[in-house]
């Protein structure tokens, strides 16, 4: 496994996802030996993990079976331990996306947070790029270098525990892109347009208040930034149903429509409750001027 | 940490192999080099060609002037149709401070501009800068200084918009063609919006050395942005309907040769008989079984070659520029010059032969492209198309890896949940997320933050999930998912006997 590169069967120290149904996961430090309590009953992962292929149903102790899922950025999102609020998939698409990134892009990014971005930069940028990422929480910015030891990636980021908004980013004229999620972000964007190539580069900033943004897109004029634009995108999910609507008894039979009954249909419908807001996100450009 | 070793150099200092050109000449423009006119929100694909007239925006220029210049360099149209480079300029802040508060001694007379339209005229015809035009305006409006600051802003901008033409020249990238596409030919890329494109790719977990597997008629633009994300590593194969693949779009991104060498195409009227075991080799280039008519001049053999990937695209280019010659998103596409060369030589035997040996490459890359999806191993299946994508998701997922995504793109939602339906019965597949993504723009200005627009609807809407293992023999071995979906009531977790295990 590799959060990189797709392998077809597990092994010794992976990181594998188990799939208990419905949305319902978690992941494993794949060890000889080792045991993972589930509902289901007991993983022995020499026996149902090690040399087995990623997508099978392992079943477990008491009879019922789990999927075991390779692990990918968007998986890990979903499952990561929190050590502070992180992004999600949603957003992080679009900001792949808008920040242009692809193999072989430097990326600078703060703070670390728990690396759910992290990943996904990290993925999309190999084998020829690097994440330069930014944590002044020193026990956060251990942890992260662990999990990225961990997840076999450490080659493609550099963990640098320091205050952006006072020391930078630790490299100059480097970036490609720069992405901050952090509480001033104003006060980064200096450090910002130096992270970034002199031949220019893409910027994002997520702030979940109004405020922050406006501060942030005045700073942004101030250091010479253009194209800057500010969204926000919102996930709506659908769950799919079989719906039933009883036919209404209008008192016996005009026309050859069945008087009595019900009509059955598949639909979507929308989640009863759903996410109505993360963050704004701020692009922009380094100006070659 | 070993990742530190290329800290504090150049990018080019951290590339492994992958130089392919001497990377910090990549942000100068070059003559024949793809790129992106911009002008305000407003976007064209361009080739820069010398001596090349290219119309934008109701206006004509050559882009002979910004070969040589860094890309986002900003240019203004002289007389002649020459761009010259023009330095971004501090706002001019008007030194008159005065303003209004309010609008209450604001009267519509139609009277407020001094100049007349002649006059604003005259003063183009005599060539004189967008921005001295501008003062003019503002010098003549007696409205202007009773307009709150506010509305005067706003003015400017608008006659500033008007009358100074700036065009930037910018590198193509995924964001700036699907946010183009989306704008000016949505029905091209069946109104997929550029947000749900970058759903797609990182729900498909997009990355370089992936097989994957490609299924759209968004002219190419999805298959561009897979590329653009697998940068040259990995191998992709193209499903195509009809006569060859589109891929206006994908050329629009100037994408490096070496990045066409592991791109492959399958024609999708050949999936069945791969599926079964009857698919025939001899049986490929069928589309081009009538050969081409020696007797028929050059004009007319060029509607022979439709079978032809390359050439389809220029058709395809042509049908653009006919239907919409209003619309001028992509005027140059691919100019293959051994192609025009052949045109002009007008050598009918060589062309046949030509013709002959790009058609057994062709035969020979599907041969290929068959044998990679008869693996069954690919990372991952991609649809964006205007076809039903039920029986399309039923049978591409065969070729798909266990523990791959896959994400389904259509302008509808019904169809996605009956496709959604089926893929269940079919089992193999876990984690069905049926959604949709909402983009909301803002104007963030001091004291005037508002959101823009609401995009809403429009955008498309996505089935992605994961595959797994199927066992064939069990088609209940989604119950979990069924009951807990469908019937929230029924708790109890279908068991199954351990025949799994080793």
Redesign the interface.
């Known amino acids: 496994m590799s959060f ?3 392998e ?1 069967l597990i092994k010794e120290g992976d990181t594998a996802i188990i ?1 208990l ?3 319902s996961m978690f992941p494993v430090q794949v060890q000889h030996g080792a045991q993972t309590q589930t509902k ?1 009953g007991v993983i022995r992962h020499s ?2 993990l090690i040399g087995q ?7 477990c102790s008491k ?3 789990v ?4 692990p ?3 998986l890990w999102t979903l499952n990561l331990p929190h050590r502070t609020q992180i992004l999600y ?2 957003d ?3 900001i ?3 920040l ?1 990134l ?3 892009s ?1 990326v600078c990014e703060s703070g670390t947070g728990s690396g759910s971005l992290s990943h ?1 930069i990290i ?2 940028v ?5 994440l ?1 990422t930014v944590e002044f929480h020193q026990q956060r910015a251990q942890k992260a ?1 662990e999990e990225f ?1 961990e997840h076999r990636v ?6 640098r525990n320091q205050d952006v908004c006072k020391n930078g980013f ?5 970036a ?1 892109a720069v992405f901050l999620d952090i509480p001033s972000p104003w006060e980064a964007i200096g450090h910002a347009k130096d992270a970034l ?1 002199v ?2 580069g893409r910027l994002c900033s997520f702030s979940p208040c ?1 405020e922050q ?2 501060r942030t ?2 700073a942004l004029a101030e250091h ?1 930034f ?1 194209e ?15 719906a039933n609507l009883p036919l209404p008894d209008l008192g016996g039979a005009l026309d050859p429509l069945p008087v009595l009954g019900e009509a059955q249909f ?3 419908v929308p989640l009863k409750e759903t996410v109505g807001h993360t963050g ?1 996100l ?1 692009f922009a ?1 380094k ?3 | ?4 070793k ?6 080019g200092g ?3 192999n ?1 130089a392919e050109q001497p990377r910090q000449q990549d ?1 100068l423009i070059r003559d024949g080099d793809f790129v992106v006119l911009k002008r305000e929100d407003v976007f064209k694909a361009v080739q820069v060609q010398r001596r090349k007239k290219v119309t934008f925006e109701k206006q004509w220029f050559f882009l002979d002037n910004v070969i040589g210049h ?4 900003t240019f203004e149209v002289s007389s002649g149709g020459n761009l010259q480079p023009k ?2 300029m501090e706002e001019i802040t008007s030194e008159t401070k005065e303003a209004g508060i309010d609008n209450r001694n604001i009267v519509d007379d139609g009277k407020s501009q001094k100049l007349t339209q002649d006059d604003i005229k005259a003063l183009k015809d005599k060539g004189i800068k967008g921005e001295e035009i501008v003062q003019q305006l503002i010098e003549n409006s007696t409205t202007f200084r009773d307009k709150t600051e506010f509305a005067q802003d706003k003015y400017i901008k608008k006659k500033k918009k008007k009358y100074e033409a700036v065009i930037t020249v910018v590198k193509p ?3 700036i063609l ?1 946010i183009m596409y989306y704008a000016r030919e949505p029905g091209k890329i069946n109104y997929m919006r ?2 749900t ?3 797609m ?3 498909g ?1 997009i ?4 097989k994957m597997i490609v299924m759209e008629t968004c002219a190419g633009l999805v298959l561009g942005a897979v590329m ?6 990995g191998s992709i194969i193209q499903m195509y309907p009809g006569g060859g693949p589109v891929r206006a779009a994908t050329t629009c991104f100037g994408f490096p040769k070496s990045f066409f060498n592991s791109l492959y195409e399958f024609p999708l009227g050949k999936v069945n008989s791969l599926l079964n075991g009857t698919f025939s080799s001899k049986a490929l280039p069928s589309e081009s079984k009538d050969s081409i008519s020696v007797e028929e001049n050059n004009g007319v053999l060029l509607d022979d070659l439709q079978t032809s990937p390359k050439e389809m695209e220029e058709n395809i280019i042509e049908v653009i520029e006919n239907n919409h010659p209003q619309q001028e998103t992509m005027e140059v596409i691919s100019q293959e010059a051994e192609y025009k060369e052949q045109k002009e030589r007008g050598n009918k035997k060589d062309y046949i032969q030509e013709f002959q040996k790009k058609q057994e490459q062709q035969k020979k890359r599907q041969i290929e492209a068959a044998a990679l999806l008869n693996e069954r ?1 690919a ?1 991952g299946l991609i649809i964006a198309s205007r076809y039903h994508p039920t029986p399309l998701a039923l049978s591409l997922l065969e070729f798909v ?5 896959f994400v389904i793109y259509c302008h509808y ?2 169809p ?3 496709c ?2 089926k893929l269940r019965e079919r089992g193999g597949v ?17 004291d005037r ?1 508002h ?1 823009k627009l609401m995009m809403s609807g429009g955008g498309g809407y996505l089935l992605s999930g ?4 199927n ?1 064939k023999q069990k088609p209940e ?1 989604c119950a ?2 069924l009951q ?3 019937e929230p009531i029924a708790k109890k ?1 279908k ?8």
Request: hydrophobic share 30%; proline share 5%; charged share 25%.
């Open positions: 990189v590169e797709y077809e799939f149904g419905h949305g289901y026996a149902h292929p990623y997508g099978s149903r392992v079943t009879g019922g079976w999927y075991v899922l390779h990918t950025p968007e998939s949603t992080i698409s679009i792949t996306m808008m242009e692809k193999p072989g430097i996904a993925r999309t190999a084998p020829t790029g690097h330069h270098e030891r450490d080659r493609w980021v550099t963990v630790g490299v100059s004229h480097v490609d190539k031949e220019g109004i943004v406006q897109c005045q010479g253009i800057v634009t500010t969204l926000e995108i919102l996930l709506r999910e659908y769950n799919v149903r079989t598949k639909i979507g704004y701020t450009s100006s070659l001027f | 940490m070993e990742g530190t290329g800290e504090g150099q150049t990018g951290t590339m492994e992958n942000h860094s890309y986002g360099t330095k971004m990238s995924t964001r699907s550029y947000d494109l970058a759903q790719l990182t729900l977990n990355h370089a050395g992936n653009e994300r697998m940068g040259g590593f191993n990372d890896a266990p523990s791959r995504p939602k019904e996605l949940v009956e959604y339906t876990i984690n069905l997320r049926l959604s949709e993504t909402w983009l909301r723009n803002y104007q963030v200005l001091p933050s959101p994961i595959t797994v293992a066992d071995s979990v998912e807990k979906n469908e977790r068991v199954e006997e351990s025949e799994d295990l080793p």
